[in-house]
Protein backbone atom coordinates (compact mmCIF):
# COMPACT_ATOMS: atom_id res chain seq x y z
CA UNK A 1 0.00 0.00 0.00
CA UNK A 2 1.27 3.41 -1.12
CA UNK A 3 1.02 6.29 1.74
CA UNK A 4 -0.05 10.02 0.62
CA UNK A 5 -0.32 12.41 2.61
CA UNK A 6 -2.17 16.42 2.01
CA UNK A 7 -4.88 18.89 3.09
CA UNK A 8 -8.55 19.81 2.60
CA UNK A 9 -7.44 23.62 1.98
CA UNK A 10 -10.10 26.21 2.82
CA UNK A 11 -10.08 29.50 2.54
CA UNK A 12 -12.97 32.07 4.32
CA UNK A 13 -15.24 34.30 2.45
CA UNK A 14 -17.92 36.07 4.19
CA UNK A 15 -18.12 33.97 6.48
CA UNK A 16 -18.43 30.90 4.41
CA UNK A 17 -15.51 28.21 3.35
CA UNK A 18 -14.58 28.29 0.41
CA UNK A 19 -12.11 25.09 -1.04
CA UNK A 20 -9.58 24.30 -3.18
CA UNK A 21 -9.74 21.45 -6.01
CA UNK A 22 -7.43 20.79 -8.61
CA UNK A 23 -8.02 18.93 -11.64
CA UNK A 24 -5.42 15.97 -11.72
CA UNK A 25 -3.65 16.56 -14.97
CA UNK A 26 -3.18 12.84 -16.31
CA UNK A 27 -6.81 11.74 -15.19
CA UNK A 28 -8.82 14.54 -15.16
CA UNK A 29 -9.91 13.79 -11.87
CA UNK A 30 -10.90 16.64 -8.96
CA UNK A 31 -9.03 15.95 -5.90
CA UNK A 32 -7.48 17.65 -2.52
CA UNK A 33 -3.84 18.92 -2.67
CA UNK A 34 -1.46 15.62 -1.58
CA UNK A 35 1.39 13.88 -2.85
CA UNK A 36 3.55 10.58 -2.34
CA UNK A 37 5.36 10.39 1.22
CA UNK A 38 8.89 10.17 1.86
CA UNK A 39 10.36 7.58 3.89
CA UNK A 40 12.34 10.31 6.17
CA UNK A 41 8.59 12.83 6.12
CA UNK A 42 6.20 12.64 9.13
CA UNK A 43 2.80 13.04 7.92
CA UNK A 44 2.64 16.59 8.33
CA UNK A 45 5.79 17.28 6.69
CA UNK A 46 4.51 15.26 3.59
CA UNK A 47 1.63 17.47 3.28
CA UNK A 48 3.02 20.70 3.66
CA UNK A 49 5.73 20.07 0.65
CA UNK A 50 3.35 17.93 -1.45
CA UNK A 51 0.72 20.95 -1.00
CA UNK A 52 4.12 23.57 -1.96
CA UNK A 53 4.94 21.22 -4.53
CA UNK A 54 1.31 21.60 -5.99
CA UNK A 55 0.19 24.71 -5.40
CA UNK A 56 3.01 27.12 -4.60
CA UNK A 57 1.42 27.55 -1.02
CA UNK A 58 3.44 27.65 2.08
CA UNK A 59 0.63 26.22 4.68
CA UNK A 60 0.63 25.43 8.29
CA UNK A 61 -1.69 22.02 8.58
CA UNK A 62 -4.13 21.70 11.12
CA UNK A 63 -3.43 18.23 12.78
CA UNK A 64 -6.90 18.76 15.16
CA UNK A 65 -8.49 17.33 11.91
CA UNK A 66 -7.29 13.80 10.30
CA UNK A 67 -9.42 11.81 7.66
CA UNK A 68 -7.75 9.08 5.90
CA UNK A 69 -8.85 8.04 2.34
CA UNK A 70 -8.44 5.01 0.72
CA UNK A 71 -8.19 4.62 -3.34
CA UNK A 72 -7.19 2.05 -5.28
CA UNK A 73 -3.40 0.61 -3.40
CA UNK A 74 -3.10 4.28 -2.04
CA UNK A 75 -3.83 5.65 1.30
CA UNK A 76 -4.19 9.34 1.71
CA UNK A 77 -4.08 11.02 5.17
CA UNK A 78 -5.48 14.23 4.61
CA UNK A 79 -5.66 17.46 7.28
CA UNK A 80 -6.98 20.41 6.96
CA UNK A 81 -5.36 24.05 6.24
CA UNK A 82 -6.83 27.31 6.11
CA UNK A 83 -5.48 30.23 3.92
CA UNK A 84 -6.16 33.84 3.36
CA UNK A 85 -8.31 34.68 0.65
CA UNK A 86 -5.76 36.76 -1.06
CA UNK A 87 -3.29 33.89 -2.35
CA UNK A 88 -1.81 33.25 -5.22
CA UNK A 89 -1.64 29.62 -6.39
CA UNK A 90 0.83 28.50 -9.20
CA UNK A 91 0.08 24.81 -10.25
CA UNK A 92 2.66 22.44 -10.88
CA UNK A 93 1.55 22.22 -14.72
CA UNK A 94 3.02 18.42 -14.92
CA UNK A 95 0.56 17.39 -12.40
CA UNK A 96 -2.74 19.72 -12.29
CA UNK A 97 -4.40 20.74 -15.22
CA UNK A 98 -6.46 23.42 -13.47
CA UNK A 99 -8.21 24.77 -9.92
CA UNK A 100 -10.87 26.20 -8.26
CA UNK A 101 -12.29 27.33 -5.18
CA UNK A 102 -15.47 26.00 -4.78
CA UNK A 103 -18.18 26.64 -2.43
CA UNK A 104 -19.03 23.67 -0.56
CA UNK A 105 -22.40 22.46 -2.62
CA UNK A 106 -20.35 23.13 -5.76
CA UNK A 107 -17.17 21.42 -3.89
CA UNK A 108 -19.30 18.21 -3.26
CA UNK A 109 -20.50 18.37 -7.27
CA UNK A 110 -16.77 18.57 -8.43
CA UNK A 111 -15.67 15.74 -6.26
CA UNK A 112 -16.23 11.79 -7.48
CA UNK A 113 -15.75 9.93 -4.60
CA UNK A 114 -18.18 9.22 -1.79
CA UNK A 115 -14.95 9.11 0.73
CA UNK A 116 -13.97 12.16 -0.72
CA UNK A 117 -17.71 13.90 -0.16
CA UNK A 118 -17.69 12.54 3.00
CA UNK A 119 -13.91 14.38 3.86
CA UNK A 120 -15.94 17.64 2.61
CA UNK A 121 -18.52 17.45 4.94
CA UNK A 122 -16.60 16.27 7.86
CA UNK A 123 -14.39 19.40 7.12
CA UNK A 124 -17.61 21.44 6.88
CA UNK A 125 -18.21 20.68 10.39
CA UNK A 126 -14.81 20.47 11.88
CA UNK A 127 -14.74 24.71 10.58
CA UNK A 128 -18.65 25.72 11.49
CA UNK A 129 -17.22 24.37 15.07
CA UNK A 130 -14.08 26.41 15.15
Known amino acids: ????????????????PYFLLLQDAKTGFWRFSYGRNHSEESFIESANRSIMEETNLRVNVDSTFVNVLSIDDTQITLFIAEVKPDVHVRLDDEKISGMGWFDYVTAKQYLSLISQKEALNQVLVFVEKS
Open 1 to 16: MNNESGAIIFQMRNDQ
